[in-house]
T-cell receptor, first 114, second 114 residues
Framework: GAGVSQSPSNKVTEKGKDVELRCDPISGHTALYWYRQSLGQGLEFLIYFQGNSAPDKSGLPSDRFSAERTGGSVSTLTIQRTQQEDSAVYLC????????????FGPGTRLTVT | GENVEQHPSTLSVQEGDSAVIKCTYSDSASNYFPWYKQELGKRPQLIIDIRSNVGEKKDQRIAVTLNKTAKHFSLHITETQPEDSAVYFCAASMGGGATNKLIFGTGTLLAVQP
C-alpha cells in the first residue's frame, strides 16, 4: 500500500518568506509526527498529533512554526518569516495508536533558505 | 526534559566484525525501544524493536538488549557487511503508553570497511 508521502520534495525559499510543507500519512494512522533533521544531525521532534487530542507542540523551536492536521489526515507544517537556520530536511511520520508505536517515515522535504 | 543519549556518534568496523551501539534513557516509564536505520539520502526505517517485558530480541544478524534497571539498551550487529553502513538511531517511548511519542537519540554513523 501507499506509504507516507510529503510534498514538495525540495523547497528553496528566500529569507523572510513563508513556506508550507505537506504530509499525507498512511491511511488509518491516527498519530502523525513532524521532525527536523539538520545536515548530519539527529531527529529533532517538532510536533505530534494523536486523533482528536490537542497536539503536543513542545518541540516547536519558535512561534514562527505551526502545524495543522485537517480531518485527522493530511498535515501542513508552516514556517513563517523563514531564517537561514531553518534550512533542514523536514520529516513526517505516522503510526497507529495504542501499543504499536512503529513510526513510518515519509521521504522528507529538503528546505533551503537563501 | 526527557532525553535519550546514544554512543558512539561514529563507528568504523571491518567487514565481518561486530558492531555495538549503546543508548541510555531518562524516562522510567518508557516501555518501547525501537532502532531505525537511515541510509544516505533515504528515510529512517525500523529494523528492530524491543518492549520492556523482554530483555533481548534477535533477528538474524541484529539483536537488541534491554536493561530496565540501568535504563540502557544496545544494538548488536554481527558479521557486518558493507550494506550495513548507515546512520542508526535508537528511540524510547514517552509517557508509559499514554502517548505514542518517541524521543530519538542523536544517531551513530556506522561505516563497514570492506
Amino acid at each position: 500500500g501507499a506509504g507516507v508521502s510529503q510534498s514538495p520534495s525540495n523547497k528553496v525559499t528566500e529569507k523572510g518568506k513563508d513556506v508550507e510543507l505537506r504530509c499525507d500519512p498512511i491511511s488509518g494512522h491516527t498519530a502523525l509526527y513532524w521532525y527536523r533533521q539538520s545536515l548530519g544531525q539527529g531527529l529533532e521532534f517538532l510536533i505530534y498529533f494523536q486523533g482528536n487530542s490537542a497536539p503536543d507542540k513542545s518541540g516547536l523551536p519558535s512561534d514562527r512554526f505551526s502545524a495543522e492536521r485537517t480531518g485527522g489526515s493530511v498535515s501542513t507544517l508552516t514556517i513563517q518569516r523563514t531564517q537561514q537556520e531553518d534550512s533542514a530536511v523536514y520529516l513526517c511520520a505516522s503510526s497507529f495508536a495504542g501499543d504499536t508505536y512503529e513510526q513510518y517515515f515519509g521521504p522528507g522535504t529538503r528546505l533551503t533558505v537563501t | 526534559g526527557e532525553n535519550v543519549e546514544q554512543h558512539p556518534s561514529t563507528l568504523s568496523v571491518q567487514e565481518g566484525d561486530s558492531a555495538v551501539i549503546k543508548c541510555t534513557y531518562s524516562d522510567s516509564a518508557s516501555n518501547y525501544f525501537p532502532w531505525y536505520k537511515q541510509e544516505l539520502g533515504k528515510r529512517p526505517q525500523l529494523i528492530i524493536d524491543i518492549r520492556s517485558n523482554v530483555g533481548e530480541k534477535k533477528d538474524q544478524r541484529i539483536a537488541v538488549t534491554l536493561n530496565k534497571t540501568a535504563k540502557h539498551f544496545s544494538l548488536h550487529i554481527t558479521e557486518t557487511q558493507p550494506e550495513d553502513s548507515a546512520v542508526y538511531f535508537c528511540a524510547a517511548s514517552m509517557g508509559g503508553g499514554a502517548t505514542n511519542k518517541l524521543i530519538f537519540g542523536t544517531g551513530t554513523l556506522l561505516a563497514v570497511q570492506p
